[in-house]
């Protein structure tokens, strides 16, 4: 009995655990206002290419940043030379820059060719200013590029595996400046979910209250939750880490489908149900089909030979059955009903926005 009584125990255990692991916590669903990363941009150079970078005739930017640089260094050239070096590549380099950041600290960067550079492979990129939205250099960004892909030409034949024209630079870039913020002003923070819903909102608020005391948290609207905070910095840190995992119980989401035109991609969520209908969907196919026509001019005339194209157009219409859906409470009762049509996806959008026309589909349907 003790051993079994010691099984049940630890599997009960597990059972709480996964539960707690896998519950909604407040950080899941929304963050503090302010906390967030800002992007970062530069325009600079990679030098050491194997004869794959910029071609000046084509992108004379590169030049011209080539002979700005060298005059930096007190390098001028001779009027009228011009230098037209394919060890060189003109690349943009972005970053993000994540809150509190401090000066230092390292970041990745990614850094793609804006000429018409055949391959970055083995480069190096210098020194680079790397500049935030107000036009402030934040980070300096300099080092070896990494390149995913590889390829080889030789002949006229050409062989590529995965973008040649950008790479990144692990660690690349060391912060200069910090972004001021405004964590620690006022007696209020605020949290923004992540979309607005007032059912959320509400959640949000009360689960801080439970935790942290009634009147700490209140909803302002769907999307906005003020929060009264201590004043003194660590105990405000402490209590955002608290407010942050505590556990939301959610109401289930609107319906909705989201619906991709260009790839033909349908996503639903588990809220959306089905209504009684029928559906009928036939296919209509045309083929068109062109067959060259030599016309041959008779021994000793003077006629040229024509060629002309001899072109067949058929048109074909399956026919389209009545098939009737039973009603679905479930997502797994939608999906089968939806299969049963034996419809492609590209056909299922335009399924799918009839049914929402006829009443029969209860769910907010989205085209991107």
Known sequence: MTHH?????????????????????????????????????????????????DQTTQAPFTGQSLTAMLQQFGVLLPQGVTMQPRNIAAVM??????????????LDVTVSSIGNAKSLRGGTLISTPLRGADGQIYALAQGNLV???????????????????????????LVERSVPNGLQAGDFIQLDLSAADFATARAVAQAINRAKGEGTASALDGRVVRVKAPTSPDARVAFLADVENLPLTLADPAARIVINARTGSVVMNQSVTLNPCA???????????????????????????????KTDIAVKQEPG???????????????????????????????????????????ELEVI
């Open 5 to 53: 009584l010691r099984h049940l125990i630890a599997a009960f255990a597990l059972l709480l655990l996964t539960g707690v692991a896998g519950a909604t916590r407040i950080k899941e669903v929304a963050s503090v206002a302010g906390v967030r990363s800002n992007p970062l941009t530069g325009y600079g150079l990679i030098v050491g290419l194997d004869g794959t970078g």
């Open 93 to 106: 380099i972005t970053a993000q820059l994540p809150a509190f950041a401090q000066p230092g600290q390292q």
């Open 147 to 173: 390149i995913a892909g590889a390829g080889a030409a030789a002949g006229g034949s050409k062989v590529q595996i995965n973008q040649l024209s950008a790479g990144r630079i692990p660690g690349g870039a």
């Open 279 to 309: 559906v009928a969907h036939g296919n209509l196919s045309v083929t068109i089909s062109s067959t060259p026509v030599v016309s041959q001019p008779g021994p000793l005339s003077s006629g040229q030979t024509v060629v002309t194209e």
């Open 321 to 363: 059955a009545l098939i009737q859906l039973a009603a679905g409470a479930k997502l797994a009762d939608v999906v089968k009903a939806l299969n049963s049509l034996g419809a492609t996806p590209q056909d299922l959008l335009a399924i799918l926005q009839a049914m929402k026309s006829a009443g029969a589909l209860t769910a």
